[in-house]
């Protein structure tokens, strides 16, 4: 699916306050705001729903005592026409005051989320291996077999990219201190939720089991909120947005288990080549639709190959090379 103007004037004014959130932000990329400047640029309805919630903010007066503050707000009615270039890191500075005016009202001292003391590792499976891991914040990781992922906490920052493979991420809610994952030109920011990330050779596949994220792209300038059960995947050319029936069978491979209900055999010997080892090669391809259903562990291929002989008019061939070729039995 092509990038196109929304029709919808909801989910247009959505993205725009997905977009507001990330540009507050501190730790916001060069990366994300290029995104946003793409985003911008697909319709002038984008640009107007953006200066909107900016408009809300301003509208808000939550300083008025606060020396300088009528200064910013000057400077951002002033800059309404172009949002792209001086609102977001005006009010940037204005919702910093807006804090520490609240923090002065209430006794509150402003306290840093995590600590000063910066951690950069790097995670990775073999083939056929599959990892758990407990990062320095408290957030969980479970890799899928060949997978490699860098790790940088530092500060009010927790930032990881996945190099290539899949991974499921369970991560601890910190409040003010979002957990972004980056792949390619795709970004999500956690709140605090459990969601899949599968980079294959052709697209990116985000699944969000629990909880909410927000997921930017930056060709096409795509910002979509996912809500659990969403499916995000994006390819070279397009990016679509998806519902799953059966979180389970996304997240199946982190028990051990490849689980499939009446799935074709063409999507059960792609997932199962994932996994390794050895290679499964569909011969025929009019065995590609045929259905398959059971509960298979991840690096045991023999059993799906005796339930395929056993069960459906599969025969089973065995190459030097590591191949393993089905053909149809006539």
């Given at each position: 699916m092509k990038q196109r103007p929304s029709s919808s004037t909801t989910a247009i004014q959505a993205e725009a306050e997905i977009w507001l959130v990330r540009l507050h932000a501190h730790d916001c990329s060069a990366h994300e705001r290029r995104a946003f400047e793409a985003w911008l640029a697909v319709a002038p309805e984008h640009a107007e729903a953006y200066a909107e919630s900016e408009r809300f903010w301003n509208t808000l007066d939550l300083i008025p005592q606060e020396p300088g503050a009528q200064r910013?707000?000057?400077?951002?009615?002033?800059?309404e026409g172009s949002p792209r270039r001086y609102l977001a890191p005006v009010w940037g500075v204005a919702l910093t005051i807006a804090v520490a005016a609240a923090c002065v009202a209430f006794g509150l001292r402003p306290t840093s989320s995590g600590s000063a003391t910066t951690v950069a590792r790097d995670y990775s499976t073999a083939p056929g291996e599959l990892r758990e891991f407990t990062l320095e914040d408290g957030s969980h990781l479970t890799l899928n077999s060949g997978t490699h992922v860098r790790v940088r906490i530092e500060g009010s920052s927790r930032e990881v990219e996945l190099i290539r493979g899949e991974a499921l991420f369970d991560v601890a809610h910190e409040p003010g201190r979002p957990f972004h994952v980056r792949i390619g030109d795709v970004t999500v920011a956690d709140?605090?939720?459990?969601?899949?990330?599968?980079?294959?050779?052709?697209?990116?596949?985000?699944?969000?089991?629990?909880?909410?994220?927000?997921?930017?792209r930056e060709r096409g300038g795509v910002a979509v909120e996912l809500?659990?059960?969403?499916?995000?995947?994006?390819g070279a050319t397009a990016w679509r947005k998806q519902s799953v029936a059966d979180l389970a069978a996304v997240t199946d491979w982190s028990s051990g288990h490849l689980v499939f209900r009446a799935a074709p055999l063409r999507d059960v010997v792609a997932k199962m080549n994932r996994h390794g080892?050895?290679?499964?090669?569909?011969?025929?391809?009019?065995?590609?639709m045929l259905r398959i259903s059971g509960d298979f562990r991840i690096g045991d291929p023999d059993a799906l190959l005796h339930a395929l002989q056993s069960t459906l008019p599969v025969r089973v061939e065995k190459s030097s090379d590591g191949e393993t070729r089905l053909y149809s039995r006539r």
């Open positions: 910013w707000r000057g400077q951002a009615r002033r800059d709140l605090g939720t459990s969601f899949n990330i599968r980079g294959g050779a052709m697209d990116t596949e985000i699944t969000l089991i629990s909880g909410r994220a927000a997921v930017t809500m659990p059960g969403d499916q995000f995947i994006s080892p050895g290679r499964l090669v569909i011969a025929d391809r009019e065995l590609e």
